[in-house]
C-alpha cells in the first residue's frame, strides 16, 4: 500500500505562482510513477502531469506546458507540481495519484483546493 498527502492550498491571483506537495509512505519502492490531476467543478478529472519515480521521464498536458514543472525528492519520498503564470481555468481540486504498472493509478490523495481569481 502507498499512502499520498498532498499540500500547499490556496487562493492566489492570475499570474500567481503555487507549488503543490505530494508526500508518499509506506511501499513507496513500488512506485512506477505519480501523477497530477484535476478537477474543476462541473467537470471530469483531468491529467496534469507525470513523473516517473526512478528516471527522469515527465509528460504534462498541453494546456500546462510551459507554466508547471512537476518534479521528486526521492529522499523525502515527495513529489512536487511548480504552477507558475496561473491562470483562473486552472482553479480545480488537485489530486497525486501513484502506480506501480504504467496502466492505472492505484492511489490517491485526498486532493487539495487551488483557486486563482481574475
Known amino acids: 500500500q502507498v499512502q499520498l498527502v498532498e499540500s500547499g492550498r490556496g487562493l492566489v491571483q492570475a499570474g500567481d505562482s503555487l507549488r503543490l506537495s505530494c508526500a508518499a509512505s509506506g511501499r513507496t519502492s513500488s512506485i512506477h510513477s505519480v501523477g497530477w490531476f484535476r478537477q474543476a467543478p462541473g467537470k471530469e478529472r483531468e491529467f496534469v502531469a507525470n513523473i516517473w519515480w526512478t528516471a527522469a521521464v515527465t509528460s504534462y498536458t498541453d494546456s500546462v506546458k510551459g507554466r508547471f514543472s512537476i518534479s521528486r525528492d526521492n529522499a523525502k519520498n515527495t513529489v512536487y507540481l511548480q504552477m507558475d503564470s496561473l491562470k483562473p481555468e486552472d482553479t480545480a481540486v488537485y489530486y497525486c495519484?501513484?502506480?506501480?504498472?504504467?496502466?492505472?493509478?492505484?492511489?490517491w490523495g485526498q486532493g487539495t483546493q487551488v483557486t486563482v481569481s481574475s
Open positions: 495519484a501513484a502506480r506501480r504498472i504504467p496502466t492505472r493509478y492505484e492511489y
